[in-house]
């Protein structure tokens, strides 16, 4: 269900800004949605960031994957269970370049055999690689689009462009991250159509981005290799937005609105989904702490100042009532009073 | 607000990093111009609609180059009858003679570098 109200929703945004365009209102799909797209995104990525830097994290927490630094004898693993900063820094990079919690994954699997069943816990790579081959492909695509963003084409693109184009498949010339990123976005959704456990915990907010994601994929392709959207038109016109003086949208194909509209779509959606991790991997609390705990003074960050009432002073307020009553006092009336 | 003074850093330059292509547009007063062909002035049709062509022309050297050299094919008849030899330099380049000022307005703009001039000489146009 929540994979059909994703699809219609993505097809609905489709559709809008297709027709819209084709009707003559590429001023509102191809100017004033991506100015507040980009405005949305931009403000909402630093508010996010700022709410969560809010959060006190007062203390460690080490789920590790490794010994802890303790004795000289005993052989710690500094990159599960850093102590410094600096294998800190490593356990982050190798985190958020290589996806290393995913590395770890595993699945459950019973064999049946002949003495009953018995529980097995395999290695379960396939996410890691997909999420992997997706983040990767997701970057340079990004990156080669700069050369429609800027006027000279900044010096990065054309190497990336060869190294990503360099089987010369047809002309075009076939990059090899469009395909791969729609063979990834495909293993990541068909994993939550069809794998039950995944299935049943997934939500709008899983296929939505992915299945937006994957029109924005599909739009582009179609541009370059089918349609051939004429790109000097294109870039002219983004130029204008990226300059702040934007032109006709003249002799643009309605498909470049929706492929804008699209990516749109995912700047105003970014902040406030669990896209967020692209900001969030980097305020881990399990991840970016060394496990300094037993080493280090650690004092809470919040720490209010406390106000006591000892029991003396308890006494004092309530001496009378609890003679009264028959309680034992430690000091008597009659001293208390002197 | 905690740690301050590593995420305010990390904020602003990924910030500044992913809006990039705006700001320096804006600051850097960047203007763009839309890339002029020169057109060859003696002639007046190309063996395709012009239209066509200019979405069309890299399948249609990549189709030439394949019947060319593999299926031993070597001319092409236009849609209103006219032959022309299935050639880059003797038919392309005899009228946009200036490969400067007609492939390359584009392709350098749009940061397009076909390998076409890998084996092909360009002419040397106008000159």
Redesign the interface.
Known sequence: MAFFISLILVLTLCAASYYGAEAGMQWLFGMTIPYLAIAGFVCGFAYKIYSWAKSPVPFRIPTTGGQQYSHEWIKNDPLDNPHTVSWTVGRMLLEILTFRSLFRNTEVVIHRTEDGPRVAYNSARWLWLFALIFHYCFLVIFLRHFRFFMDPVPFFVRGLEFMDGIFQIGAPRLYQTDVLILAAVGFLLLRRVFDQKVRYISLISDYFPLLLIGGICLSGIYMRYLSKTDINAVKTYVMGLFTLSPVSAEGIAPIFFMHLFLVCALLLYFPWSKLMHLGGVFLSPTRNLPNDSRMRLHVNPWKPPKKYHTYEAYEDDFREFMVEAGLPVDKPLDKADA | ????KY?MP??VI??GL??F??W???LSC???E??QLALPEDQQECIIDAKVM???H??L??DWRDKYVRDGEITFTAANGKIYDMSLMNTCMSCHTNKEQFCDS?H????????CWECHIAPRGNQ
């Open positions: 607000m905690y740690n301050a995420i990390g904020l990924f910030l992913i809006t292509p705006l320096f547009n804006v960047t203007r763009y839309a890339p200019r979405a069309e890299m399948t050297l990549n584009c350098t703009k749009n940061s397009v570098y076909p390998y």
